[in-house]
């Protein structure tokens, strides 16, 4: 069971805004600390997509954005292209145990 | 360019220790203000922390690997190293190194390529 949820699975049409959330608790999200998400496509090494909530590294296009509240953070995804297709992960750190990382389990973008 | 690049043993015995090593290029483990560290993705599951280590030569472990694992480097070579004892199947996953964005809390920027690890007899 991972310390951060998100939805198993979600799906869209080429072209359409699919968005993806990630709930966790007072001693992670709640607690203020950064989220990030990777874009895990198959055969290949995660990629970073959004660091710190909101921010997109350098040639991630604007397609692509991050938002947080409260013990949630979320990921948007405008303009649904065939190779968006794949997983996609939350990570953010957790005060318990002495602190330590958390990834989410992980959500599963299928494009229609 | 900064690369990483996982190798070591692609099986391993049950009850024995893996070990595994990340190379480096571009960048150096020492002179540098990142975090480096270790995720794994067990097949057909998601992404899980191991542990990082700062430049200084600090760990931080994940608290349910916390006693199995040790996280080194030799500088020299531009090499940081992973190693779970007493495995069992369960640590049969992907392996990945990676170097963060910039502090520990701010996200992996940097990934290898990952290698598959069988614990198996």
């Known amino acids: 069971q991972s310390v951060l949820t998100q939805p198993p699975s979600v799906s869209g049409a080429p072209g359409q805004r699919v968005t993806i959330s990630c709930s966790g608790s007072t001693s992670n999200i709640g607690a203020g600390f950064d989220v990030h998400w990777y874009q895990h496509l198959p055969g290949t090494a995660p990629k970073l997509l959004i660091y710190s909530d909101n921010n997109r590294p350098s040639g991630v296009p604007d397609r692509f954005s991050g938002s947080k509240s409260g013990t949630s953070a979320f990921l948007a995804l405008t303009g649904l292209q065939a190779e968006d297709e794949g997983d996609y992960y939350c990570q953010s750190y957790d005060k318990r145990l002495s602190g330590h990382l958390v990834f989410g389990g992980g959500t599963r973008l299928t494009v229609l | 360019q900064l690369q990483l690049q996982e190798s070591g043993p692609r099986l391993v015995k049950p009850s024995e220790t893996l070990s595994l090593t990340c190379t480096v290029s571009g960048d150096s483990i020492s002179s540098s203000s990142y975090y480096w560290g270790w995720v794994r993705q067990p097949p057909g599951k998601g992404l899980e922390w191991i542990g990082s280590?700062?430049?200084?030569?600090?760990?931080y472990y994940s608290p349910s690997l916390r006693g199995r694992v040790t996280i080194s480097a030799d500088t020299s070579k531009r090499q940081f190293s992973l190693k779970v004892t007493s495995v069992t199947a369960a640590d049969t996953a992907t392996y990945y190194c990676?170097?963060?964005?910039?502090?520990?809390?701010?996200?992996?920027?940097?990934w290898g390529q990952g290698i598959l690890v069988t614990v198996s007899s």
């Open positions: 280590m700062f430049s200084s030569g600090s760990t």
């Open positions: 990676a170097r963060s964005r910039v502090a520990l809390l701010s996200g992996f920027a940097y």
